[in-house]
């Protein structure tokens, strides 16, 4: 029988009127928790506002409001233990840090049920991965793209999924990402002084601050909206100029929304190279590129983007860890191609 676990939630600055919406913008995406999950929560009476029990989903919130939920924890994992090769960076009894290859997705989905991290991950872990991440997502406190590649931390426990978990919500977790970019980020262009939401720190650091929600008309996108989102905060400074026309980017995340990176580079003119969903296809002046590395813009296949390091306090021993992965060799020889 599935163990019960109990969840508070503060509802936050400007939250949507009626309850539910305010439960998927403020419920951490940690927790596991579906918008179609919190909806069955609401109508099973494992929702509480303020220590009194709710009226139905279009009740009305304000900003502190603190929700209780009660819900039962994951029940046996559907996923079947697959035979897959991991990149394993770290691991001890508590956790596992992977680097995840590109193509591979984080957990089972209807359209992907075999092949994923969890499925090679119940394999090489057997019976030792945390059953709190809801169905289908033992151990998971964090996800990157099927398209993107890098470092992933996985819970081997309970205890360190409770610990990393609250260190994501809390934003803790220090992120890198390796990023190439159509245009180059900079604070002396005047374009983005128009930009809402985008402003420059010190050594010319992109910093863009939005709220984030779902697409108005396409449910697998995120967009920018400035009212009703999740608050989301990238940073991106420039590694490498190339002629004008692309960069190598740094960006490094402050909170860690749903595609995040992908739309606030977009967002702000700088889509990433071979980012179908959000980045879309530019034509690059022949005069400043060459035609072999052109085609390789034109033909990169996945968003040129890596998780590139990771940080956080391991959450039994208290010491602090930090891993990195270097770039893979499909974006290394893009950048070698865009270099000359």
Known sequence: MSDIRRLSVTIGPNPPARLDKAMAR???????????????????????????PVDGPRMKVA????????FAEASEVEARPE??????????DALIVVNKPVGMVVHPAPGTPSGTLVNALLHHCGDSLSGIGGEKRPGIVHRIDKDTSGLLVVAKSDKAHTGLAAQFEKHTVTRHYHALCYGVPDAGDPRLRGVRGASFEAGNILKMTTQLARHKT?????????????????????????????????????????????VHMAYAGFGLI???TYGGRRKLPAKSITPEAADAVSAFPRQALHAASLGFVHPESGAQMQFSAEMPKDMCELAQKLRL
């Open 26 to 52: 403020d419920v951490p995406d940690s927790a596991g928790l579906s918008r179609s999950r919190l909806a069955k929560l609401i109508d099973a009476g494992g929702v509480t506002l303020n220590g009194a």
């Open 63 to 70: 900003e502190g409001d603190v929700l209780e939920l009660q």
């Open 83 to 92: 035979d897959i090769a991991l990149d394993v960076v770290f691991e001890d």
């Open 218 to 262: 396409d449910r697998q996108k995120q967009a920018v909206v400035w009212s009703n989102g999740r608050h989301a905060v990238t940073r991106a400074r420039v590694v490498e100029d190339f002629n004008g026309v692309a960069a190598h980017l740094e960006c490094w995340l402050e909170t860690g929304r749903t595609h995040q990176i992908r």
């Open 274 to 276: 071979g980012d179908q």
